[in-house]
């Protein structure tokens, strides 16, 4: 029944394709990002959990 209903939808074969589109755009998008840090970012950003000289810091 959903195949005949699908199969109904005029051109409906584009949505995968864009479907696949974004999703590797997405990805390729974040692999670039992440290449392109700057590796001082990096440092600092994995080194907050860690560090008790903050100000924002809520502890007594």
Known sequence: MYKEI?????NIEIYPIL????FLL??????I????TPKDHI???ESLPFDENDSTSHQP
């Open 6 to 10: 699908l199969r109904s939808i005029d």
């Open 19 to 22: 479907s696949l589109i974004i």
């Open 26 to 31: 997405f990805f390729i998008g974040m692999f």
């Open 33 to 36: 990002w992440v290449v392109k």
């Open 43 to 45: 440092r600092h950003m």
